[in-house]
């Protein structure tokens, strides 16, 4: 009997070490500079879309962890970068994804379709440099220059206001701080005779869904 009892100390020992190297090493795992100097804590909700889209904390700018992150099977990037999070609204709100990058701004340059998930459909992306004619939509993608961060910066439109000339934005790490509401930025913008200019640093101008992606088609989670 003793040694029935020795026997399951012994193994219940070697499973407090195990679950605590496990812990220890995916601490480990996040770098210092996700820890140090963080805004909001690494992972902390930031705030939620209109359409339920959460944005997470990436600590500080110059936080990276290579972590990959998935929405039900579907790869949507590198926790938490801005990359991830619009890939991630993209994904919720449209069923569709765009292709990998390095860094935010060759979404710019190089990313010319996003993909529908379901049915693999390429549905085009249209560029449109701030003072486009055509004014930014809910959904087109605003895309910033390298010169910001040398990455440069992808946040989605959520909200387009005629009447008081302003859009909002939803986003990851940018600042890093908490929204004020279910939009990360407000961006005021100004109709110069036919062109429409976002008043808004580095901005290069928007990505737009050239054609209607059925929203949800394929049951993805709205949680985000």
Known sequence: ????????????????????????????????????????????????????????????????????????????????????????????????????????????NKINHITHVATQKKIPLESRLNGSTQAPQVGDLLIYAEVFYETGHVAVVTEVNHESGFIEVAEQNYKNEVWPGNYARRIKFIKNGDEYWLLDSYLLGWKHIQSQVVSNQAGVSRSG
């Open 1 to 108: 009997m003793r040694s029935i009892h020795l026997l399951f100390s012994v193994i219940s020992l070697i499973a407090l070490i195990s679950i605590s190297s496990c812990a220890y090493d995916a601490e480990k795992s996040i770098p210092a500079s996700c820890q140090t100097k963080c805004v909001t804590p690494y992972g902390a909700v930031l705030g939620v879309s209109t359409s339920g889209v959460k944005a997470y904390s990436n600590c500080q700018s110059e936080c990276v962890t290579y972590h990959p992150n998935r929405l039900n099977g579907v790869y949507t990037g590198v926790k938490w970068q801005c990359v991830e999070f619009a890939r991630r609204w993209l994904l919720v709100n449209r069923n569709a994804v765009y292709g990998e990058v390095e860094i935010a701004v060759d979404i710019w």
